[in-house]
């Protein structure tokens, strides 16, 4: 299976900065079927980015998703304090899909 | 309105087995593959299995940690999915997500979860 590991493990930042996650894969995601997932405590995750850079619907503009064949990142351009949450990424180009652990967006 | 509701979960004792269930309303359920995510707590996502739909033969997949153990099942004439989960273990403790998985989209919709407590 295709290992995703995601650094760093905790971001702290303060509103209004710039955050920036990164996702890298054991192995090559298949035609970057790679997303990215917000969830926020007590909360199910939700969809931001599919196919490594296009935006699910709903997602704000300041979210961004980038990359290729092993390496991935998620670019917030402007933190707002609704933006501090976990961020998971998640391959499905592979039948078995697999998540990175996670990173967490903490206020500075 | 896309809605998936999960529902069955509850305490367990390891051995034993529970079955999960997932109402789909808002989207053609018998067109979509629906998977199952779980997070144990505190801890972060772990996929568990999907099931294709009927037109591309309802192929099912797992994740190593409950293949042979868990089974993914669909009824379309009532757009529920279901995971039967057989010879549960401790570590089987989590919220259970459903999801309607999109081979482009990714996972796109999920249900609000269900938690499942495997103890003695």
């Known amino acids: 299976e295709i290992v995703l590991t995601q650094s760093p493990g905790t971001l702290s930042l303060s509103p209004g900065e710039r955050g920036t996650v990164s996702c890298r894969a054991s192995q090559s995601v298949t035609s970057s079927l790679l997303a990215w997932y917000q969830q926020k405590p007590g909360q199910a995750p939700r969809l931001l980015i599919y196919?490594?850079?296009n935006r699910a619907a709903g997602t704000p503009d300041r979210f961004s998703g980038s990359g290729s064949g092993t390496d991935f990142t998620l670019t917030i351009s402007r933190l707002e304090p609704e933006d501090f949450a976990v961020y998971y990424c998640?391959?499905?180009?592979?039948?078995?899909?697999?998540f990175g652990q996670g990173t967490k967006l903490e206020i500075k | 309105e896309v809605r998936l509701v999960e529902s069955g979960g509850g305490l367990v004792q390891p051995g034993r087995s529970l079955r999960l269930s997932c109402k789909v309303t808002?989207?053609?359920?018998?067109?979509?593959?629906m998977s199952w995510v779980r997070q144990a707590p505190g801890k972060g996502l772990e996929w568990v299995g999907f099931i294709g739909s009927k037109a591309y033969g309802g192929t099912t997949e797992y994740a190593a940690s409950v293949k042979g153990r868990f089974t993914v099942s669909r009824d379309d004439s009532k757009s529920v999915a279901y995971l039967q989960m057989n010879s549960l273990k401790t570590e089987d403790t989590a919220v259970y997500y459903c999801?309607?998985?999109?081979?482009?989209?990714?996972?796109?919709?999920w249900g609000l979860g269900t938690l499942v407590t495997v103890s003695s």
């Open positions: 196919a490594a850079s």
């Open positions: 998640q391959q499905y180009g592979d039948s078995r899909y697999t």
């Open positions: 808002g989207f053609i359920f018998e067109n979509n593959a």
């Open positions: 999801t309607r998985l999109d081979g482009y989209l990714g996972l796109d919709y």
